[in-house]
């Protein structure tokens, strides 16, 4: 199953948005699928980041179709406004769920006052990927996919306390947020297959893969360990989006698939089917957080 940068398939005539493409995973991801053909938007909270990854982009691939839009995944109002903007585009192949924050050692709060990881990572992506369902629906053979990450072995959905108001933990609302993601990616599928709307909804993660998040996340000495490790263990961003790109490109990637790393720990190396735990495997509990997240975004996938 190897799959590197440089052998997508063909992206030509297709638009994909990715999220978070400013720097990281999000910038590596988009860059391959520009070097494929495919007219990427960039999108990110950041817009000085933004036009600096624009310039490095079209600089690095000659007639590169890329574009940058605002887009604040911690806020429903940025991301109804970058959905109202996206409808003057006939329609939507692909969209890489990716931008995320992990870790942050005290509680914070997204602009509608949802818990900062699971607002970011899991919930703007289910409002996005909601307002964008119907361009979505027009493309030939749309996809979505959601980037977990191997935190979500170790999470639960705590249902009586999403927002971890009675109790926050750094890596607890990290978790839980990530194997949301997971959850959503399969939950959406089985709701594709049963509507009929012709969306893939694949997943993957990135395995250890040096990036940015430690910078803005834990801190202290659980970064310091990390940036030591990663040389030995992990891989550079460009490595942990090999297997993003796979499950947004291949046509081995399965409806409802999870690819990751293949190497040990799933860690780096070429993309592979990565293991799924049982929890995210819960249907009853993937439609019971559907409907609570429709709830708290106010958005509907009917």
Known sequence: MAHAQNDLPSQLGKT?????????????TALALAKAG?????????????????????????????????LDLASLASITDFA?????????????????VMAL??????????EMQ?????????????????????????????????????????FSDLQGTRWYSPWKAYGQSKL?????????????????????STAAHPGFAQTNLFAGGPGGFVSLASNFAAPFLGHSAAGGARPILFAATSPDAKPGGYYGPGGLGELRGAPSRALIMPQARNAANAAKLWDESEKLTGVSFA
């Open 16 to 28: 994909a948005v990715v999220t978070g493409a400013t720097g990281g995973l999000g910038y590596e």
């Open 38 to 70: 495919a007219d990427v938007i960039l999108t990110g909270r950041d817009d000085q980041k933004g036009a600096a990854a624009l310039a490095n982009i079209s600089q690095d691939v000659l007639g590169a179709k890329v574009t940058y839009e605002r």
């Open 84 to 100: 109202q903007r996206m409808q003057a585009r006939p329609s939507l192949d692909l969209l890489v769920n990716n931008a995320g």
């Open 105 to 114: 050692p005290s509680r914070q709060t997204t602009a509608d006052g949802f």
């Open 118 to 158: 699971f607002g970011t990572n899991y919930l703007g992506h289910f409002a996005l990927t909601a307002q964008l369902m119907s361009l979505l629906r027009k493309a030939a053979a749309p996809r979505v996919v959601n980037v977990s990450s191997l935190a979500h072995r170790t999470g639960f959905i705590d």
């Open 180 to 200: 949301a993601c997971l959850m959503f990616a399969l939950e959406l599928q089985r709701r594709s297959d049963a509507a009929g709307w012709n969306v893939i």
